[in-house]
């Protein structure tokens, strides 16, 4: 399995950006689909982006279309997820995924995941 560190939460105004960071160890990360899940304290987790091993094909929640984005850079073993217009509603703990896969319009998560970090939204 990879292992993955996430980084770049923090404490942000309604309205405002943050850009997560996950960096990925091992030599396999440019061949693995990598995705963005968060769960909100007393919810399940739900997956949240999913970018392709190349990165020529992104995927989006229906309540993060237009407002995220995920990108990678796999020389830097590195996926990221740029969030505008946070809302309150997007204060969770983000955990980023690889090598998870589509079940018809449900995402899997694969074997390998961060820690997380932590994002809080006020109003």
């Known amino acids: 399995q990879v292992q993955l560190v996430e980084s770049g939460g923090g404490l942000v105004q309604a309205g405002g950006s943050l850009r997560l960071s996950c960096v990925a160890s091992g030599d396999a990360f440019a061949s693995y689909n990598m995705a963005w ?71 899997i998560g694969g074997p390998s995941w961060g820690q997380g970090t932590q994002v809080t939204v006020t109003s």
């Open 37 to 107: 899940f968060r769960q909100a304290p007393g919810k399940e987790r739900e997956w949240v982006a999913y970018i392709t091993w190349g990165a020529w094909r992104q995927y989006y929640a229906d309540f993060v279309q237009g407002r995220f984005t995920i990108s990678r850079d796999n020389a830097k073993n590195t996926v990221y997820l740029q969030m505008d217009s946070l809302k309150p509603d997007d204060t969770a703990v983000y955990y980023c995924n690889a090598d998870g896969h589509f079940r018809g319009a449900d995402y």
